[in-house]
Every structure is written in C-alpha cells, then in structure tokens.
C-alpha cells in the first residue's frame, strides 16, 4: 500500500479540518511527502500545519531563520473557562527537518510513504515526524475539551527547523516564549525512544582545528614546519584524553554509554609527497555527560595548543594553531524533572528511567528552565537509515500515550 501526498500548502484562507488528514498514519504519510531535508525550506509544511491549526480556530506564531526560508511553528490550546490561559502546561515538541538521502539505497521512494509488514516506510518516518503527526491527530480533541472549558492546562505545540544540523530552530522559539512571558511547567520531544522515558543526554560540541605550518621541499625538511606531523600530535593527545574519559570517577552508568566521550571525525592536508605541508586540519566532537563542562577538555587541548605551537614558532614565526567551536547543544539534565518523570512513568508501559548519548533539542529547553523529557515512537536504530521505517503499533503506542496526557490536562 502506498500512501500518495501532496506537497502543496493549503491557502490559509480556505483551510477547513476535513482538507487535512483524519488520523496518525494519515498525517505521517502527508509529512513525509515534505522534503524537508535541512539544506531545504521547512516553509510548505509548515504553512500547511498553520492552516490546519488555524482552521481549528487556534492562533499560531511563527519564527524565521535570516533568510527567511524555514520558519518555527508554536501553538497553544488555551486552558481555563475564558481560555485565556496561555502560560503553565506541557509543550511537545518536534522538529520538521531531516537528513538527506543522498547516496543511500533506498527499495522505494523515500518522500513517498509506504507501509509494508506493519511498518511505515520514508525519510523522517521515525525521526521524528511519526510523532509530530500524533500531535496533529490530536489536536483537534484537545481544542474541543478547551471550548468546553474542560482543559485544566494549556497544550503548546512546538515545531522546530534544523534540529539536524545544530538544533538552529528551538532557540528562537524559546526566545520568542520568554519575549511573550510563556513559561511551560514541562516539555516532552518526541525523538524516537521506543515510547520508553529518557531522562537526561549527553551535550555536543564539535570542533575544528587548524594547523597552519610552513612549506618546504622535502629534501629540505628542516627549512619547514609539517602541519601534518604537529596536527597528528594534537589528534594523539585528543586520543589519549578520550581514553582519561572513561577512567573518572564521576562517570554515570545509567548512560548507554556511561563516559564522556571524545572522537576524531575528519582529518586533510597536504599538497604532494615531496612537499613539507603547510596545512591540516581535522574535527572532532566531544559529547559531555550533563554534570561536565566543556573545560573539561578544552582547557588540556588549548594546553597542548600552546606547547605545540612554541615549537612550531620557534621555529618560523609566522605559524600557529586554531581551536574553533563550530556547534553545540546543551546537555539535557534530569535534575528539575522528577514530577514529570512520575507523570510520564504512570503513560508509559515501561517505567524505566533512560539515558542517552545522542542530542535532542531537550537540552535547549531544561537549559531555559524548562524540565524535559524525551519519548516518541521508533526506535533511533532506524534514524537516518535508508528504509528509514516506524512500527505502526509504535505510532499507536504514541497515539494511546498523548491522549492519557491530555485526559491528565484535563482531569
């Protein structure tokens, strides 16, 4: 069975709820016909979820990038008999970017749904729109229990471009939250988790050194200074503070992986053989566990920065090394979130706490005093993958959980 989408958006005008899909599946497979790969606009799916909320009588606001290209969508179905309650409540939060699918093999259209053997086949599938379509299913029975005055608490929702490529968007939403004097009790992104409860994940940061040496022959080796050579000294040291990591005493082991962690990913120069190069640089990324700062590995590489480049300007002046930060998301924390987590635990089948060592956008909102945790359907297994696919009891699962959370709100 193929699910066949549109990719145009909704005149604003004309929007009314029986344009749009009836249920999650329906949804998912409307999403994914969205190629929202981060290089892309996010713009027609958003202008398309905008009409579908307006038409339910919601008001929404809109965030933009620089450009103006990809924009945040935040939503609030009020609380309280007069619905003037826009303050307090939970937000859930999605992101609509994917990653690209270039070069990988995929055995259907990846923009086209597809559900075979009880999954749900496309990019974005688990990660993470299957979650954003069962916040649009259910929607509209949150805004018929708020016109009945029957919501105790607002429901925000929270969509989000570049979450792939440095979670860009969540930022400006939570700018734009504090700007309106919003502040939520909680937030749960729904990252896929198997529907289980993560509690806390590590941060991320990456960066880019630059050796900058000197060219010579090769012939004439000491006239130079090899930026190769001083570059894989410091990608050494790099190493040898990955392994210092896993040895501290202030590890957490209910992580999946319980250490800090450090790792070279990139690595170019050189010219030709017979050439003393006089550049290299190489990225790496450090992922802390939440308790950890990025001192804590920054401070040693800028130590043996300085030494190295003593010896390399000791020897031609002109030469130096850079340390540059290219991006990085905050650690999400576990230590504001215990309410939450015995909200969510009486939801879930699995009452387990987790924790991670991928990045979510969940750390932007517990660092703007905002206590998060993360669940959604899929597994992260499948994030990224060709194929990339969602169970559809996974959906269901999600589905059955955000309506107990809004009987909760509503209770």
């Given at each position: 069975?193929?699910?066949?989408?549109?990719?145009?958006?909704?005149?604003?005008?004309?929007?009314?709820?029986?344009?749009?899909?009836?249920?999650?599946?329906?949804?998912?497979?409307?999403?994914?016909?969205?190629?929202?790969?981060?290089?892309?606009?996010?713009?027609?799916?958003?202008?398309?979820?905008?009409?579908?909320?307006?038409?339910?009588?919601?008001d929404?606001?809109?965030?933009?990038?620089?450009?103006?290209?990809?924009?945040?969508?935040?939503?609030?179905?009020?609380?309280?008999?007069q619905?003037?309650?826009?303050?307090?409540g939970?937000?859930?939060?999605?992101?609509?970017?994917?990653?690209?699918?270039?070069?990988?093999n995929?055995?259907?259209?990846?923009?086209?749904?597809?559900?075979?053997?009880g999954?749900?086949?496309?990019?974005?599938?688990?990660?993470?729109?299957?979650?954003?379509?069962?916040?649009?299913?259910?929607?509209?029975?949150?805004?018929?229990?708020?016109?009945?005055?029957?919501?105790?608490?607002?429901?925000?929702?929270?969509?989000?471009?570049d979450?792939?490529?440095?979670?860009?968007?969540?930022?400006?939403i939570?700018?734009?939250?504090?700007?309106?004097?919003?502040?939520?009790?909680?937030?749960?992104?729904?990252?896929?988790?198997?529907?289980?409860?993560?509690?806390?994940?590590?941060?991320?940061?990456?960066?880019?050194?630059?050796?900058?040496g000197?060219?010579?022959?090769s012939?004439?080796?000491?006239?130079?200074?090899?930026?190769?050579?001083?570059?894989?000294?410091?990608?050494?040291f790099?190493?040898?503070?990955?392994?210092?990591?896993?040895?501290?005493?202030?590890?957490?082991?209910?992580?999946?992986?319980?250490f800090?962690?450090?790792?070279?990913?990139?690595?170019?120069?050189?010219?030709?053989?017979?050439?003393?190069?006089?550049?290299?640089?190489?990225?790496?990324?450090?992922?802390?566990?939440?308790?950890?700062?990025?001192?804590?590995?920054?401070?040693?590489?800028?130590?043996?920065?300085?030494?190295?480049?003593?010896?390399?300007?000791?020897?031609?002046?002109?030469?130096?090394?850079?340390?540059?930060?290219?991006?990085?998301?905050?650690?999400?924390?576990?230590?504001?979130?215990?309410?939450?987590?015995?909200?969510?635990?009486?939801?879930?089948?699995?009452?387990?706490?987790?924790?991670?060592?991928?990045?979510?956008?969940?750390?932007?909102?517990?660092?703007?005093?905002?206590?998060?945790i993360?669940c959604?359907?899929?597994?992260?297994?499948?994030?990224?993958?060709?194929?990339?696919?969602?169970?559809?009891?996974?959906?269901?699962?999600?589905?059955?959980?955000?309506?107990?959370?809004?009987?909760?709100?509503?209770?």
């Amino acid at each position: 069975m193929t699910l066949t989408v549109s990719n145009h958006s909704t005149m604003l005008s004309k929007a009314h709820v029986s344009d749009y899909p009836s249920d999650s599946l329906d949804w998912l497979g409307r999403l994914i016909g969205f190629d929202t790969v981060s290089r892309h606009s996010n713009l027609a799916l958003i202008h398309d979820v905008q009409g579908y909320c307006q038409a339910l009588g919601l008001d929404t606001t809109l965030s933009f990038n620089d450009q103006k290209d990809k924009a945040n969508l935040f939503v609030t179905v009020k609380a309280g008999m007069q619905q003037d309650i826009v303050s307090g409540g939970i937000v859930l939060s999605g992101h609509t970017d994917v990653v690209p699918v270039d070069g990988q093999n995929w055995s259907s259209q990846p923009f086209n749904a597809v559900v075979k053997d009880g999954k749900l086949f496309g990019r974005g599938a688990c990660d993470m729109k299957g979650f954003i379509a069962c916040l649009l299913t259910l929607l509209p029975k949150a805004v018929d229990l708020s016109n009945q005055g029957k919501l105790k608490k607002p429901l925000h929702l929270a969509l989000s471009f570049d979450e792939e490529v440095g979670c860009l968007g969540a930022p400006l939403i939570l700018a734009d939250l504090k700007a309106r004097g919003i502040q939520p009790d909680y937030c749960i992104v729904g990252e896929p988790t198997n529907m289980k409860m993560v509690t806390a994940h590590k941060g991320i940061a990456v960066y880019r050194c630059r050796v900058h040496g000197k060219s010579a022959h090769s012939s004439l080796t000491n006239r130079g200074v090899n930026a190769i050579s001083y570059a894989s000294r410091l990608v050494a040291f790099v190493d040898d503070l990955a392994e210092d990591l896993k040895s501290r005493d202030d590890i957490d082991e209910v992580f999946d992986v319980p250490f800090a962690t450090l790792s070279v990913g990139t690595i170019s120069g050189g010219t030709a053989t017979n050439i003393v190069p006089n550049f290299c640089e190489f990225t790496f990324d450090y992922r802390n566990l939440p308790h950890m700062s990025q001192d804590d590995i920054v401070i040693p590489i800028q130590n043996k920065i300085a030494e190295l480049s003593k010896q390399m300007q000791d020897r031609a002046p002109e030469t130096k090394i850079e340390l540059l930060q290219e991006e990085g998301v905050p650690a999400m924390t576990d230590r504001d979130s215990k309410a939450l987590q015995d909200l969510i635990a009486a939801l879930v089948d699995d009452d387990q706490r987790h924790k991670v060592a991928y990045a979510t956008e969940g750390g932007q909102f517990t660092n703007a005093g905002i206590p998060t945790i993360i669940c959604g359907p899929g597994s992260i297994e499948q994030a990224h993958k060709p194929d990339e696919f969602v169970e559809i009891s996974q959906i269901k699962r999600c589905d059955i959980f955000l309506q107990k959370l809004l009987e909760g709100l509503s209770a």
